[in-house]
């Protein structure tokens, strides 16, 4: 499994990005997609999941209502659309992928990881 992440960028506080992930390498319609993110001297946390099969989703409630994760099953692509954003949203966002379900992504450990993408927020 290859997960490839982008999207990243500097934004003012407010404004929004969406970063997406191509995933290719396996059969993604039984896994569970996440993105985690990881701020300077902070360890990796949770963001958001989804089932790609029944589009269940989870967040973390730090970015609820104003993240949303979603899956385009054409492209094998996973989006993180960020709308909102605050400062404290700065760090690398990271995707992930795992075959073993919802819960497994959100408490991990999870299977594969794709590169993380930068994303800074300017207050």
């Known amino acids: 499994v290859q997960l490839q992440a982008s999207g990243g960028g500097l934004v003012q506080a407010g404004g929004s990005l969406r970063l997406s992930c191509a995933a290719s390498?396996?059969?993604?319609?039984?896994?569970?997609m996440g993105w985690f993110r990881q701020s300077p001297g902070k360890e990796r946390e949770f963001v958001a999941a989804?089932?790609?099969?029944?589009?269940?989703?989870y967040y973390a409630d730090s970015v609820k209502g104003r993240f949303t994760i979603s899956t385009d099953n054409a492209s094998n692509t996973v989006y993180l659309q960020m709308n909102s954003l605050k400062p404290e949203d700065t760090a690398v966002y990271y995707c992930?992928?795992?075959?073993?379900?919802?819960?497994?992504?959100?408490?991990?450990?999870?299977?594969?990881w794709g590169q993380g993408t930068l994303v800074t927020v300017s207050s």
């Open positions: 992930a992928a795992d075959s073993r379900g919802l819960y497994t992504v959100v408490a991990g450990p999870v299977a594969f």
């Open positions: 390498g396996g059969a993604f319609s039984s896994y569970t």
């Open positions: 989804i089932s790609w099969s029944g589009g269940t989703t």
